[in-house]
């Protein structure tokens, strides 16, 4: 995997990479996530798409930035500059966790770049919806990955791909970076524009989701007139990975969002 580099509207340098051909889809990670969270979906994504991945700013080799630009709308704007930088003016755009929450954004103030929107995991902001244990909060800000590991993946698929969940939570970033992007994805608040929403959207979620409780996804789906839901029994918050069948789901919905070649 070759890393390029994106400049965000403030300088920061986004380091971000690409495989496959076809229709753009930009893949939007997580809070404090690597692009190498991706891994274990990227080569079943690029057989039949573009797909695109960056690191947030302050992640891996991407450049921290000037601090006051760490929120999720302003992680928005680093995610139009990677698609600049990749010479990609609409793509398909799919959104893990926070990643979610930074792709509403981008497909409220940037909807001529979205052809399509898939929301996995997500929420459209913590005070307007079902909040989650502490206990899981806790379990994340630990960032011990034996803590984590049981919020995200089952028992079965953890103990298969030792590999992808070491990827998964190994997180090249400082303290305060990592502490920036927490307090992005908590003070995230879309609920009020979600209907604004023009792209086509899937929205996907575990029913086990600790992190994110599955009546967001429920609300989320409510207010955005443009969307399908799709809850996965026993999911939990990492089913963008340990689910095979989501995978199914989403190239299914990507292929049938725009005509092919529609997207460029």
Same mark, same amino acid.
């Given at each position: ?37 991706? $891994?274990?979906?990227?080569?079943? %994504? ?22 006051? $630009? #760490? ?21 398909? @755009? #799919? ?6 929450? @930074? ?7 940037? !909807?001529?770049? @979205? @052809?399509?929107?898939? %929301? ?40 298969? &791909? !030792?590999?992808?969940?070491? =990827? ?6 400082? =303290? ?36 994110? !409780?599955?009546? $967001? ?7 955005? !007139? &443009? ?16 689910? =095979? ?10 292929? %049938? =969002? ?7």
């Amino acid at each position: 995997m070759t890393l390029k580099r994106a400049v965000a509207p403030d300088g920061a340098e986004l380091a971000w990479a690409e495989e496959g051909q076809g229709e753009p889809l930009l893949l939007v990670a997580g809070q404090a996530t690597g692009m190498a969270g991706w $891994n274990p979906v990227v080569p079943g %994504l690029a057989r039949s798409f573009r797909a695109i991945r960056f690191d947030h700013r302050g992640i891996g080799t991407s450049t921290e930035g000037c601090a006051q $630009n #760490y929120g999720t709308r302003a992680f928005a704007a680093d995610a139009v500059a990677v698609l600049d930088a990749a010479g990609v003016g609409k793509a398909h @755009v #799919y959104g893990h966790s926070m990643g979610g929450r @930074v792709a509403q954004w981008l497909a409220v103030d940037f !909807p001529s770049r @979205v @052809v399509s929107l898939v %929301l996995a995991a997500t929420s459209a902001g913590d005070a307007g919806g079902v909040g989650r244990d502490p206990s899981a909060t806790a379990a994340l800000i630990s960032g011990d990955p034996a803590q984590m590991a049981p919020l995200f993946f089952s028992p079965d698929w953890t103990r298969a &791909n !030792p590999a992808a969940v070491a =990827a998964f939570f190994r997180v090249q970033a400082s =303290a305060a970076v990592k502490s920036r992007h927490f307090r992005a994805s908590r003070l995230h608040d879309a609920w009020d524009v979600l209907a604004s929403i023009q792209a086509p959207t899937l929205i996907i979620h575990g029913s086990e989701d600790a992190l994110a !409780p599955v009546a $967001n996804a429920v609300m989320m789906a409510e207010r955005s !007139p &443009n969307s399908q839901l799709i809850q996965v029994d026993s999911g939990r918050h990492g089913l963008h990975l340990d689910e =095979a069948r989501v995978q199914t789901w989403i190239e299914d919905f990507l292929s %049938l =969002a725009v005509p092919a070649g529609a997207a460029h």
